[in-house]
């Protein structure tokens, strides 16, 4: 039996990692570091640090995991994302067979909490599934959403009233009728500015706890123009962005 240690290393300042987090980090005989192609280098740099900073025994082994592309998502998005996982678990596989030995424990660090908008633990299940003797255990990291609420001191929910958290591609369809706060990953295309505006406020932050931060919040209708401005600008001087928001009607705080 093999063991993996699904370990959340927030999503991007070391400081955020737990203290859990880090005994796991250090259970770990070898650390498997994602490189996907959408996340930069600075990234990857961070997952580094991350290790150099908080293992304690010197000669700790990191292996390099390539994440392979995502095809368009086209009209069937399920599909594709269905494929692309298949691919990453075969991936995983070989890689837990070749890079452990039986009875040793590996650990993979993912992006903030792996219970929010990542498939590694999906993955895991997929890879299980296939036959590897396999177990594993998950180490929860503070969310880009957590940092974002607390940076603008905010509550995500109103009193007594839900929560949705969604993607980009969704909110591009409209703001939901039924909601009063929506939390907003994986928009590539600026949904917010697509929604009716009237009546919703907004609060925006990318690379949240990173030193190149950045926040802004205020009416939708006023707010829409400038962060699409300071994101434009943001991301073509990094050469890439993460953004995370929430939309909340003005009635509720
Ligand atoms: C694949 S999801 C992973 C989310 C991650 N599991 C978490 O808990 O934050 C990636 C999305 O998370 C958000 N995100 C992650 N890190 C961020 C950061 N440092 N600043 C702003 N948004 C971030 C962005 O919306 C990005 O498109």
């Not at 005989?29 to 304690?56: M, N, Q, S, W, Y």
């Not at 958290?165 to 703001?175: D, E, I, P, S, Y």
């Not at 929506?182 to 919703?200: C, S």
Request: aromatic share 8%; charged share 25%.
């Amino acid at each position: 039996m093999r063991n993996i240690l699904i370990i959340g290393i927030g999503a991007g300042n070391p400081d955020h990692m737990t203290v859990e987090a880090i005994a796991a980090l250090n259970r770990a005989d070898v650390l498997f570091i994602p490189d996907k192609g959408e996340e930069k280098a600075a990234l990857r740099h961070l997952r580094e640090t991350i290790c150099a900073r908080f293992i304690r025994a010197p000669g700790y082994r990191t292996v390099p995991v390539a994440i392979p592309c995502r095809a368009e998502a086209g009209n069937d998005y399920q599909g594709v994302v269905d494929d692309w996982h298949a691919r990453i678990s075969e991936s995983y596989r070989a890689l837990f067979e070749t890079e452990l030995a039986e009875g040793q424990t590996g650990a993979l660090l993912v992006w903030g909490d792996p219970a929010l908008y990542d498939s590694t633990l999906r993955i895991m299940e997929r890879v299980a599934a296939s036959g590897l003797a396999l177990d594993w255990q998950v180490y929860p990291g503070i969310s880009s959403v957590q940092v974002l609420a607390a940076r603008h001191r905010i509550p995500l929910n109103g009193i007594g009233t839900p929560i949705l958290f969604t993607t980009g591609r969704r909110l591009g369809r409209g703001f939901p009728a039924d909601q009063d706060s929506v939390v907003v990953m994986l928009d590539g295309e600026q949904a917010f500015a697509k929604v009716d505006p009237a009546g919703l406020e907004i609060f925006w932050g990318a690379y949240l706890g990173m030193p190149d931060e950045l926040l802004l919040a205020g009416p939708l209708a006023e707010m829409a123009p400038r962060i699409a401005e300071v994101r434009a600008e943001a991301r073509a001087r990094h050469g890439w962005i993460m953004d995370t928001y929430l939309l909340r009607r003005r009635t509720v705080a």
